[in-house]
C-alpha cells in the first residue's frame, strides 16, 4: 500500500506562484501514473495534471501554460508547479497514483490518494 502526503499549499496573491509536493511512501510498483486533481466545496473532483507510466503528460486546458507537472522517480516525489496563478485556481488540491494501466487523468478508479494540500489565489 502506497501513502501519499502533499505539501506546499498556501495563500497568494493572484499572479503569484507556488509548487506542491507529493511524497510517495510505501510499496510502490514499478508501473504507475501519477495525478494532480483539485475540488471546490460543491464540485466534483477535476484532473488537473497527470503523468503517466510512460513519462507521458497531460494538462487540464485551464491551467496548460501555467502549470507543470514533474517526478523525481530517485526522491518518490511527484511535484505541480504554479504560476500565474489566478483566483479560480483555489482549491484543494490533491496527488494520487494508480496501477496496471489506469487513467490518472480522472479521478475514478485511482488506487492512493493524498489527505489533499489547500491553495488560496487573492484578487
Known amino acids: 500500500q502506497v501513502q501519499l502526503v502533499e505539501s506546499g499549499g498556501g495563500s497568494v496573491q493572484a499572479g503569484g506562484s507556488l509548487t506542491l509536493s507529493c511524497a510517495a511512501s510505501g510499496y510502490m510498483r514499478t508501473s504507475y501514473c501519477m495525478g494532480w486533481f483539485r475540488q471546490t466545496p460543491g464540485k466534483e473532483r477535476e484532473g488537473v495534471a497527470a503523468?503517466?507510466?510512460?513519462?507521458?503528460?497531460t494538462y487540464a486546458d485551464s491551467v496548460k501554460g501555467r502549470f507543470s507537472i514533474s517526478r523525481d522517480s530517485a526522491k518518490n516525489t511527484l511535484y505541480l508547479k504554479m504560476i500565474s496563478l489566478k483566483p479560480e485556481d483555489t482549491a484543494m488540491y490533491y496527488c494520487a497514483a494508480g496501477y496496471g494501466g489506469t487513467d490518472c487523468r480522472v479521478a475514478n478508479g485511482l488506487d492512493a490518494w493524498g489527505q489533499g494540500t489547500l491553495v488560496t489565489v487573492s484578487s
Open positions: 503523468i503517466d507510466s510512460d513519462g507521458r503528460i
